[in-house]
């Protein structure tokens, strides 16, 4: 048990690191790896929130003191994005619906993270779009990330990157806070459904790991490097991971050993 948790640790750590210098709290990877550890999803869900809220929290409090975080900017996308991300969060899902929703929404968040990938060194010219825009897009993101346990930053980011709604490092920091604040809306949605459960004390561990790896993570962002490399293998291990819990655990096909 030990050994299986300090590789898992280890694999949270790397996550964190990977996911915070794009601007991410590594949501969809820890649901990913925690669904093949952990067999109730208010657990898979209650931890990967956790994590998630402790990677961004340093990460967005970095890129405040950067000057990239625009809170009068970004406050359309929150009105709408945290109270749905509670809502999500206090449905009481079935086993089958959320392994579907789950391996649904980390296939998608691979894709997105490919996409964004793509678009890395793209030549910005920011475009103007209706004011209704944001709030759409965050009340949408909001509600699925309540759903499925995630922040919800994997997809809005590369949206705005497509878009051209603005830099990419301000799209980052708005990624970070915008799953700092769904993170925190989902945690209280679970406590008040009474479907708030995490594994003690193997936490505390999985806390450290992505604490340690979020900082460096950001810091590696603000320093301008980037690993493109490693982020499209990321995304291939998610999507093979989501479409496992997808068949297997959703659709109940034994494609998979």
Known sequence: MQVELFGLALAFFLIALLYSSVGFGGGSSYLALLTLVFTS??????????????????????????????????????????????????FRLNEKVFFILLGTSLICSAI?????????????????YPNYLPYVLGGAIGLLSGLVGIGGGIFL???????????????AALASFFILVNSVSGTVGLLTAGTFEVPLPELFI?????????????????GKLTGKTIRYVTAVLVFVVGFKVLLTNGLQISFFV
């Open 41 to 90: 999803f208010f657990v898979i869900r209650s931890s990967a929130l956790l994590c998630n809220l402790v990677v961004v929290s340093g990460s967005s409090f970095l890129y405040y003191r950067k000057g990239h975080l625009k809170l009068k900017k970004f406050l359309p996308f929150l009105i709408t994005s945290i109270p749905l991300a509670f809502v999500g969060a206090t």
């Open 112 to 128: 997105a993270l490919i996409i964004q990938t793509l678009q890395l060194k793209s030549e910005i010219q920011i475009k103007k």
């Open 157 to 171: 980011a590369p949206i705005l990157n497509h878009l051209k709604w603005e830099k990419p490092i301000v799209i």
């Open 206 to 222: 999985l806390i450290a790991a992505v604490l340690l790896g979020g900082q460096i993570g950001v810091r590696l962002s603000l």
